[in-house]
């Protein structure tokens, strides 16, 4: 018997043997501190820890120059409105050589001093256990992370249940979670072709540009930084309405104030993890 409250017009058998087998597995951990970023699979977990384990449960927030503001605010938003512990960690990855020289392992280090922190505050806490927000889908993308939360013995709990991101959203909007349709989300150091050093003004950079497209409409859109080009990716269908006149030149001319020397369309559209390409 699932413990979440759901609206059963959006289960189905398979979800609902995944959401108990996911409850049955945190409830075993006895407590358990969360990495939560406020994204669809992160808030989707600490969602259904809280429904199990209660006051067992605490929320870790990292935040970083890679982190815009208004994630953080959205992830704290979460907490307070359902009456979660969350612990927000002002984090400085940018001191780590590793990270700032932007190699296809940038995300590890990135991780391995996230998932410490999450092992600290734990351990201050009296909390038994941490967990991570991965699914069956980033199982076969390249994501060096896992490499640092398996050896920080950081547990995987979606992928203990089986379920895929597509699953996850449809349980959360069973659940009632506002974030079941959130478009996905990665850091902003992911926008950085490997091999480019990070700096904050570079992610300054990026925030800025990106805030500007969502302001203009455009919820699921990436900039891409090569060197002085920003490469913009939004989903196909919105192609159209970014290269109109009116938004064309906003967004030009609001770019090379932020300090883009060129500033392109991508014409495949967004595609997560895309930098991945060149690995």
């Given at each position: 018997m699932s413990i979440s409250k759901v609206d059963q017009q959006f289960m189905t058998d398979v979800l609902t043997e995944k959401l108990e087998k996911l409850e049955?597995?945190?409830?075993?951990?006895?407590?358990?501190a969360v990495g939560f970023s406020g994204?669809?699979?992160?808030?989707?977990?600490l969602a259904v820890a809280h429904n199990v384990l209660g006051d067992d449960v605490i929320a870790v927030t990292g935040a970083?120059?890679?982190?815009?503001?208004?994630e953080v605010r959205e992830a704290e938003r979460f907490c307070q409105e359902r009456g979660i512990r969350q612990v927000i960690c002002r984090l400085d990855p940018l001191k780590e050589e590793e990270y700032r020289r932007n190699g296809p392992d940038r995300c590890y280090y990135c991780k391995h001093g996230i998932f410490t922190n999450i092992q600290e505050i734990a351990r201050e806490n009296g909390i038994a256990y941490m967990a991570e927000g991965s699914n069956m889908d980033d199982i076969g993308d390249y994501r060096p992370g896992l490499r640092a939360a398996a050896e920080l013995s950081v547990t995987c709990p979606l992928r203990e249940a089986g379920l895929y991101k597509q699953e996850i959203r449809q349980i959360s909007r069973a659940?009632?979670?506002?974030?079941?349709?959130?478009?996905?989300?990665?850091?902003l150091a992911s926008r950085f072709v490997y091999g480019e050093e990070i700096t904050?003004?570079?992610?300054?950079?990026i925030d800025r540009a990106e805030q500007f497209l969502i302001e203009n409409g455009f919820y699921e859109e990436r900039v891409r930084m090569h060197g002085n080009i920003a490469r913009i990716e939004v989903p196909p269908q919105d192609i159209p309405r970014l290269t109109s006149d009116e938004i064309r030149t906003a967004v030009y001319e609001e770019f090379k104030k932020i300090g883009f020397m060129f500033v392109t369309v991508d014409l495949r559209g967004y595609k997560m993890g895309s930098m991945n390409a060149t690995l």
């Open positions: 049955e597995y945190i409830g075993g951990l006895g407590s358990l994204g669809v699979d992160s808030s989707f977990l970083d120059a890679s982190v815009p503001e208004r659940m009632g979670l506002p974030t079941w349709s959130k478009p996905a989300y990665a850091c904050e003004e570079k992610l300054r950079m």
